[in-house]
């Protein structure tokens, strides 16, 4: 997936090529062009600021394209044309829009059990997936192992991640970012903000790993590669694992070392348990990764742990839906961990289930639950 500045098409290039960014040298780019352009052969001398062709295309007359334009010149040092140019060739993706909305969450709560972690669960704890699953930790089980010794997140909830995110790089999205990015920037008012960062953030990525910013692909969200990273957390987090020099969230190397470092600043404690079933029902307290509670509140609502809690006093009480009736579980630090990949208890525990699914599969034990 990485494209080695192969930029623009040649119509294009006849402007942009002079000032193709580079990141070891800003100072260059930084440079205010005073001068006119050269007259072409039986052409005019035009001014700069006559010579740059407007934005065109989905994003022409979108005012906040234009002021993004002007902070990404300012702020990065840009070349406006060349911006102007790789907007131009932006779509504005009306299936973007339509899917972010449908992403709201659902505020209907059922009046009893009806399998809802059942039917999520058996969308990723299948056995096809457990054998790939299977294939991905062998294929780069020193890249895990040297993962867990580095920021002390074990295998199975890397395994899980990439699992869950993209079946293990089969299913790492085919929006174009610049496209998602975009539409969401500039058609998109209620995240306008945190997208166009994004957007700021994936030109930085792409201008620095030498990508091409019209190449590259992903979630309609913008999520990219094995981990599905948005360009934030690939800014914050992702890391070079296999020593090539490169940042590449669609090599795995990369990408296990970066999920485990994202797992080491959000929270991860090497060595602890994830989760511990309960043994008794509370269907009056409050549940989900969000909720706080003493062992001793528990205790006192008729729930027993099943195994040591690990000397945590405070967990939160996690419910899952098994269709005839509800299994609790006291939820760790390391299951709150695992929710700031994705904000759900449902997520979090396909992720951790998924792993250990795996982790036994390798063991040699096939059987499933
Ligand atoms: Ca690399």
């Known amino acids: 997936m990485r494209y080695l500045v192969a930029f623009l098409p040649s119509v294009l290039l006849l402007a942009a090529c002079s000032s193709e960014p580079k990141s070891a040298q800003p100072s260059a780019m930084l440079t205010p062009q005073t001068k006119p352009v050269p007259a072409p052969p039986g052409g005019f001398l035009l001014e700069l600021e006559h010579a740059i062709r407007p934005l ?21 040092g840009f070349d406006r044309q060349q911006l102007h140019d790789i907007l131009a060739q932006a779509k504005r993706l009306d299936y973007v829009l339509r899917l972010m909305d449908q992403q709201a969450p659902s505020v209907t709560v059922p009046s009893g059990p009806n399998g809802a972690w059942i039917r999520y669960r058996n969308k990723f704890v299948t056995p096809d ?28 909830i890397i395994v899980g991640i990439i699992g869950v995110e993209t079946r293990w790089g089969r299913v790492m999205g085919k929006t174009r970012i610049l496209d998602a990015l975009a539409t969401l920037s500039f058609n998109y008012p209620r995240r306008a903000q945190y997208f166009s960062g994004e957007l700021e953030t ?24 094995y981990g599905q990273f948005m360009p934030s957390s690939y800014q914050q987090f992702a890391v070079d694992f296999n020593g090539d020099g490169h940042i590449n969230l669609w090599d795995p190397e990369d990408a296990i070392g970066s999920v485990a470092h994202y797992f080491s600043e959000h929270g991860w404690k090497r060595g602890e348990a994830v989760a511990i079933p309960a043994t008794g029902q509370a269907p009056e307290l409050a549940n989900g990764f969000k909720t706080r509670y003493s062992s001793s509140q528990l205790a006192a609502a008729g729930l027993r742990p099943q195994s040591a809690l690990g000397g945590h006093e405070e967990v939160s009480l996690l419910r899952l839906d098994m269709g005839t009736s509800y ?23 396909a992720v951790w289930q998924l792993g250990e699914a795996v982790s036994k599969a390798r063991q040699g034990d096939f059987l499933i639950n």
């Open 56 to 76: 065109w295309g989905d994003f022409a007359d979108n005012a906040a394209a234009n002021a993004f334009i002007d902070k990404m010149v300012q702020k990065h």
């Open 129 to 156: 997936n457990v054998q790939n699953g299977v294939a991905f930790w062998n294929q780069y089980q020193d890249a895990l192992q040297r993962a867990w010794q580095t920021y002390g997140v074990p295998p199975e």
């Open 202 to 225: 994936f030109l930085l990525m792409a201008r620095n790993e030498k990508d091409d910013p019209l190449e590259l692909k992903g979630s309609f969200a913008g999520a990219m590669g």
């Open 327 to 349: 299994q609790y579980w006291y939820g760790l630090p390391n299951f709150y961990a695992i929710t700031r990949y994705n904000h759900s208890t449902h997520y979090a525990m």
